[in-house]
């Protein structure tokens, strides 16, 4: 059962004579009588509760294990910490009490835990195969490393080119084992982040923004265990003392994807020196051995890439590329790659983009991605999205894409483009090109956009039109692009013309995306009512 004690210590506190200063703290009396009241969880899951108290203590400090953060709290209110290291051991905790002028008492409360550790079945299997599993960095495709704002859920400041980084990341494997230990082998030298150098190597005078290849293993555990938390629906991993290749400062990663083919992570870093503001790192690795096939819809690995192989003659009337979406079944992995997760993609929107059948799927010659009303992963919808990128990228050309929209307030399909330099060139400076985009909130309006620095976001230069029935049946929506000007048209009639220069960021490749997302900034209230609907796409066809 829950056990509760408290811990109290008396100390002295020890006046000192000094000369009168030009600052006026008043009596500077150190706190005393310090206490601790414990409480931890009879369910074995390692969470802890201390509520601190002392006479003449302003606030209090409790560092619940060796390097932690501090947590800060008032006068007789509750410190919590979950502890993820699964058996039966001892657990020193230390609570400093301050008082004016930074005056301080502190004690060690000692407690006993027994923790048991529960990963579900399924989860288990994924990460660790049947005895052990071991895996690499996803280095051959882009995205696969990457850095964004914590209040974001995607890498919005870089994200890195296939095999972009340093070398001594990439020959690094992490194996999971199904007893619950961890081993992560590195080639000696690791690669650390520039703000964490110092944490290893106090005299050290790292470059800013350079990351280091160092050999920190002895600083580390290379050989220990882990464990999966689940969190009101999100799955935290926790490394006990060690890291996931890149040394971040971050031990515990939100998992935003795990498949038996894919491992995506998330974790944050506070800066060790020179301190800042929390970066939020991505990783995404999959098995050493290359097992799988994409996830739980997957891709068509044997799918070439629709290339026709023609050259273009300059007049946008030679077809270049298409997918006519004929086969069905699963998106030919030759043209699309799936992107995965939730967080709302910078737009804050509500889905969680999946590459299962029921998201997204080729039947009856079209590509059909729907969005559901249902609890995933945390997230209240899933729905579907791909791109070219890396696949398929153009510069200059006629996109036609003939699709039926789907219905239902808070719904935002969108057929569009981005710079194919987004991993060196974060949005917007990349370019952004909306084909099509609508929202349910204001049937038949069908939108098409550019973004690029100084016009992004809701400053985005704009134009719509009105086509009447677009959920009830299918229409072409169409970008001319060229050096001079981007030509948006909606079955051949066009309604805005964007005077293009080489002021902008639309004279280099880009590459193609179909998404189909829900709520945000642009799809505005969610139909509480909604239960799904879809977005067919009958074909996608570029010409040059």
């Known amino acids: 059962m829950k056990y509760i004690y408290t811990i109290g210590i008396l100390l002295l506190a020890v006046v ?3 000369q009168k200063d030009d600052f006026e703290f008043g009596d500077i009396i150190t706190p005393t009588n310090l206490q601790v009241t414990v409480s931890v969880a009879d369910d074995n899951s390692g969470n802890v509760t201390l509520v601190p108290s002392a006479e003449n203590a302003i606030n209090f400090h409790v560092i619940f294990s060796d390097g932690a953060q501090p947590v800060v709290v008032g006068n007789g209110l509750e410190a919590k910490n979950r502890y993820t290291t699964p058996g039966e051991y ?9 008082g004016r002028a930074g005056v301080s008492s502190s004690i060690v409360v000692t407690l006993d835990l027994n923790v048991d550790v529960f990963i579900d079945p399924v989860v288990l299997e994924m990460i660790a195969g049947n005895g052990s599993k071991n895996w690499i960095w996803d280095s051959s495709n882009a995205g696969h490393f990457g850095v964004g704002d914590p209040l974001e859920n995607f890498p919005n400041y870089f994200s890195a080119a296939p095999n972009q980084l340093n070398p001594c990341m990439y020959d690094d494997v992490l194996t999971f084992n199904t007893d619950l230990t961890y081993t992560l082998e590195t080639t000696e030298a690791s690669f650390i982040n520039w703000a964490e150098v110092k944490r290893f190597f106090p005299d050290a005078n790292p470059g800013e923004f350079a990351d280091e290849c160092r ?16 969190n009101n629906g999100v799955q935290e991993l926790v490394v006990t003392n060690s890291m996931l290749s890149y040394w971040s400062g971050a031990m515990s990663y939100t998992i935003l994807e795990l498949t038996n083919d894919k491992l995506v992570v998330r974790g944050i870093q506070d800066p060790f020196d020179p301190p800042g503001n929390e970066l939020a790192w991505y990783h995404t690795f999959v098995p050493q051995d290359g097992a799988g096939g994409g996830g739980a819809g997957g891709g068509d690995t044997d799918c070439e890439t629709s290339v026709t192989g023609d050259t273009g003659s300059g007049n946008f009337d030679v077809l270049v590329w298409a997918d006519e979406f004929d086969t069905d079944g699963v998106v030919c992995s030759g043209n699309w790659k799936h992107d995965l997760g939730a967080g709302g993609w910078g737009n804050n929107e509500s889905q969680y983009y999946t590459d299962r059948p029921e998201n997204i799927k080729v039947e009856n010659g079209n590509l059909v991605i729907t969005a559901i009303a249902e609890e995933f992963s945390g997230a209240n919808y899933t729905s579907g999205r791909i791109r070219t990128q890396d696949n398929f990228e153009f510069q200059y050309g006629r996109v036609e894409i003939r699709a039926k929209l789907p219905t239902g307030g808070g719904t935002w399909p969108a057929l569009w483009m981005l710079g194919a330099d987004l991993p060196t060139n974060p949005w917007p400076g990349a370019g952004e090109i909306d084909i099509m985009e609508h929202r349910g909130n204001e049937q038949d309006r069908i939108n098409s956009s550019l973004h690029f620095p100084g016009n992004s976001g809701g400053d985005a230069i704009t134009s719509s039109t009105i086509i009447p ?8 929506y169409e970008v001319t692009w060229s050096e001079a000007d981007i030509r948006f048209a909606v079955n051949g009639n066009v309604f805005y013309v964007f005077p293009n220069s080489q002021n902008f960021p639309f004279n280099k490749d880009f ?3 179909m998404n189909f997302a829900m709520g945000g900034d642009f799809g505005g209230e969610i139909d509480p009512g909604f239960t799904q609907s879809s977005m067919e796409v009958d074909y996608i066809r570029v010409y040059q």
């Open 16 to 18: 000192l004579g000094c």
């Open 90 to 98: 001892q657990q020193q905790v230390q609570v400093i009490a301050f």
């Open 215 to 230: 050999d920190i293993n002895s600083q580390i555990a290379t050989n220990t265990l882990f464990s999966i938390i689940d």
């Open 469 to 476: 029935g677009a959920s009830d049946s299918f229409n072409t």
């Open 511 to 513: 590459f193609l995306i």
